[in-house]
């Protein structure tokens, strides 16, 4: 492995992390939405993450395992949760009996997802930054 390997092991986890805050997002944005295109409320939606081996890495031309792999978000799955039921008669959306289908975001969860996910975004920034320094310091050497 060499240091843009690194680089670019980071650089798919910055990917992967922001197409979550991304997702994060859209869950926040849409908390209240009670109607969308393919009827009824907003589902939550969450990325589902994968570990790849490097594409053109050497030890992928040789068909063999290696212990460093990128991320990929692989999947967006929209959570089968029931949705939020509250009671609201005045409502446009409301049922025959007065309540009203909200989506099944938990905005406390989502600012959980949301800390977790900045965590890793910095994380990933320090690595490709610690990557950067280590090559520079190599190539003051041949000075």
Known sequence: MDL???????????????????????NLANVNSTRTAEGGPYKR??????????PGSFGAALNKAQAARSVE???IVEDQNPPRMQYEPTHPDADASGYVAYPNVNVVEEMADMISATRSYEANVTAAQAAKNMALKTLELGR
């Open 4 to 26: 843009f390997s690194s680089m670019d092991i980071s650089a798919s986890a910055l990917s992967a992390e922001r197409t979550r805050m991304n997702l994060i997002s859209s």
């Open 45 to 54: 939606k969450d990325a589902v993450f994968t570990a790849t081996p490097l």
């Open 73 to 75: 978000v692989s999947q």
